[in-house]
Nanobody
Framework: QVQLVESGGGLVQPGGSLRLSCAAS????????MGWYRQDPGKQRELVARITTGGTTNYADSVKGRFLISRDNANEMVYLQMDSLKPEDTAVYYC?????????YGQGTQVTVSS
């Protein structure tokens, strides 16, 4: 059974930082591209950041220079370091594991940026 379990969300003031973690199980972690998506109510889920099996990263334009994705294959973890947070970053953040045609998502963790 595949499980992606996110943690680290919460309430933070504008300009603050959060680090999201995702623990994966039930997959051969090292052969999956991993990513973080986010979704606000009433909006489509959007890709925030992605890291391939080889370590190549890409980011949504809105988070470039502020967010950093990383992975730890030995411990089957993926992280999202979020700095200089803005109110528009408020959303539910989902961990993603992708190896076509398989695609999995976690349950999500809420991030709220507000003063």
């Amino acid at each position: 059974q595949v499980q992606l379990v996110e943690s680290g969300g919460g309430l933070v003031q504008p300009g603050g930082s959060l680090r999201l973690s995702c623990a994966a199980s039930g997959i051969i972690f090292s052969i999956y591209d991993m990513g973080w998506y986010r979704q606000d109510p009433g909006k489509q889920r959007e890709l925030v950041a992605r890291i391939t099996t080889g370590g190549t990263t890409n980011y949504a334009d809105s988070v470039k220079g502020r967010f950093l994705i990383s992975r730890d294959n030995a411990n089957e973890m993926v992280y999202l370091q979020m700095d200089s947070l803005k109110p528009e970053d408020t959303a539910v953040y989902y961990c993603n594991a992708d190896r076509s045609p398989m695609r999995y998502y976690g349950q999500g963790t809420q991030v709220t940026v507000s003063s």
